[in-house]
């Protein structure tokens, strides 16, 4: 199994990757593979609204670049683990711009992110970590996504690259948040042949202006 981890910090190695490693170190354990993409440093543009990506559905953004990659990175994965710092109380700029664009692709070519496995994570300073945490949760819901949960919410505080290592009970809460994927990534493989999925509805849309 894989699960590939994006890192929208603008530091490869800041609070946000370190406690991406502490998820990754559980799955691995499990024999589950990760890999990390650093985001975060990318020259990454904002969605257009411009829907090509639902005219021409080829599961691409028109904007070709590093989010065509990572979106049938998802596709072939078996989940993913969405981590960001929090700036002004929000995830950052640049992974904003790629789960926009990510999201709408996989949306209007048919979900292709539909019941795979979707976690989130912040390491924030001091304030404002729900808020981000609940903002990366949004996606994962969108796109029908099945999301296991940690003992807390999926915050881990710090402020210079490896403090977070400090705080022991977000520590403790990206390692159980990590046993947690692995488990409920065991489930739907073991569990994918002998239960009848549900069956995939066509998206109603409803404008409230007329």
């Not at 005219?55 to 072939?76: A, F, L």
């Not at 929090?86 to 711009?97: D, M, N, Q, R």
């Not at 989130?120 to 404002?128: D, H």
Request: hydrophobic share 40%; aromatic share 8%; net charge positive.
């Amino acid at each position: 199994m894989k699960v590939i981890a994006f890192n929208g910090s603008p530091r490869k190695h800041g609070n946000t990757y370190h406690a991406i490693k502490i998820v990754a170190e559980q799955l691995s354990q499990e024999g589950i593979n990760v890999e990390i993409i650093h985001v975060g440093n990318k020259p990454i543009r904002g969605c257009l609204a411009c829907y090509k990506c639902d005219q021409n559905k080829d599961e691409k953004c028109v904007i070709d670049d590093y989010v065509n990659v990572w979106i049938q990175k998802i596709k072939k994965s078996d989940g993913i683990i969405l981590g960001s710092p929090v700036h002004f109380s929000g995830i950052s700029g640049t992974l904003k711009c790629f789960l926009d664009r990510a999201f709408l692709v996989s949306s209007v070519n048919g979900n292709l992110f539909r019941h795979k496995v979707g976690s989130a994570l912040v390491a924030v300073r001091r304030s404002g970590g729900v808020t981000a945490f609940n903002q990366l949760l949004q996606y994962l819901t969108y796109a029908e996504m099945l999301i296991p949960s940690s003992n807390y919410w999926n915050a881990i505080h710090g402020m210079n690259p490896g403090e977070v290592l400090k705080d022991e009970e977000g520590v403790q809460i990206m390692r159980v948040l990590g046993q947690n994927i692995a488990w409920l990534l065991k489930l739907v493989k073991n569990g994918k042949d002998k239960t009848k999925k549900p069956v995939k509805e066509q998206k109603i849309f409803t404008n409230f202006i007329r």
